[in-house]
C-alpha cells in the first residue's frame, strides 16, 4: 500500500507561476524524498530532506517537512514548460532503511 | 557513464510464455529495485536486492522471480505471463540504503495479450 498520498492529483498553470504539490504519509520516516518523471521516461531524483529539517531549496524547488502533520510540499518557483511531468514524493520507514514506496503522484501541466 | 540501462524497451507477450528483463548499472551500486508502474497507482515495488547474490521480496512479487548473480546485473522473470503483467517495467539502483538517491532506467514496456 502506497506510504506518501500526493495532491492534488493533476495541476494546471500558465509559464512563470508557483506550482504547489503536496505529500502525506502514514508513518513515521527517516527521509522523505520527490522525484520527478517526464512522460514515458524514468524517475529522476530532485531533492532529498531529512526527518530532522524543515526546509530545503535546490535551484527553483522548495521543499518543506512537517513531521507533526506528517506531510511535505514541493513548491516549484517561476515554473517553465519543461517542468511539465509527474512529481512523486517517496518515503522510507522509521527501522526499515532497504526500500522506498512512492505516491501515486501529481501530473503538472505548465502552460506557455 | 551509462547509469541504469534496460533492455528490451518494449515487448509484447502471449499469455502463458516467458521472458527475462535484464537491468545494468555501470555505478557499482550495491542495491537494486524492480518497480511496476501502471495508470493510477503509482510505482509498486516487485523485488529488490541489498548486494551481489541477495534478493527480498516487495509489495507485489507473485508471478516474478529475480537473480543477482553479478553486483551490476538485476534480472527480472516472468515464468508464465499473464494479461495483470501487462505494465511499464522499471529498474532502479542506489549506492546505499534509502537515505541515497535512486538512479532510474528508461524502462520496459510490456504488453500481455
Known amino acids: 500500500s502506497q506510504q506518501g498520498e500526493e495532491d492534488p492529483q493533476a495541476l494546471s498553470i500558465q509559464e512563470g507561476e508557483n506550482a504547489t504539490m503536496n505529500c502525506s504519509y502514514k508513518t513515521s520516516i527517516n527521509n522523505l524524498q520527490w522525484y520527478r518523471q517526464n512522460s514515458g521516461r524514468g524517475l529522476v531524483h530532485l531533492i532529498l530532506i531529512r526527518s530532522n529539517e524543515r526546509e530545503k531549496h535546490s535551484g527553483r524547488l522548495r521543499v518543506t517537512l512537517d513531521t507533526s502533520k506528517k506531510s511535505s510540499s514541493l513548491l516549484i518557483t517561476a515554473s517553465r514548460a519543461a517542468d511539465t511531468a509527474s512529481y512523486f514524493c517517496?518515503?522510507?520507514?522509521?527501522?526499515?532503511?532497504?526500500?522506498?514506496?512512492f505516491g501515486k503522484g501529481t501530473k503538472l501541466t505548465v502552460n506557455p | 557513464n551509462a547509469g541504469v540501462t534496460q533492455t528490451p524497451k518494449f515487448r509484447v507477450l502471449k499469455t502463458g510464455q516467458s521472458m527475462t528483463l535484464l537491468c545494468a548499472q555501470d555505478?557499482?551500486?550495491?542495491?537494486m529495485y524492480w518497480y511496476r508502474q501502471d495508470p493510477g497507482m503509482g510505482l509498486r515495488l516487485i523485488h529488490y536486492s541489498v548486494g551481489e547474490g541477495t534478493t527480498a521480496k516487495g509489495e507485489v512479487p507473485d508471478g516474478y522471480n529475480v537473480s543477482r548473480l553479478k553486483k551490476q546485473n538485476f534480472l527480472l522473470g516472468l515464468e508464465s505471463a499473464a494479461p495483470s503483467q501487462t505494465s511499464v517495467y522499471f529498474c532502479?539502483?542506489?549506492?546505499?540504503?534509502?537515505?541515497?538517491?535512486?538512479?532510474f532506467g528508461p524502462g520496459t514496456r510490456l504488453t500481455v495479450t
Open positions: 555505478m557499482n551500486h550495491e542495491y
Open positions: 532502479a539502483s542506489s549506492q546505499r540504503e534509502v537515505s541515497y538517491e535512486q538512479y
Open positions: 517517496a518515503t522510507d520507514a522509521q527501522g526499515g532503511s532497504e526500500k522506498l514506496v
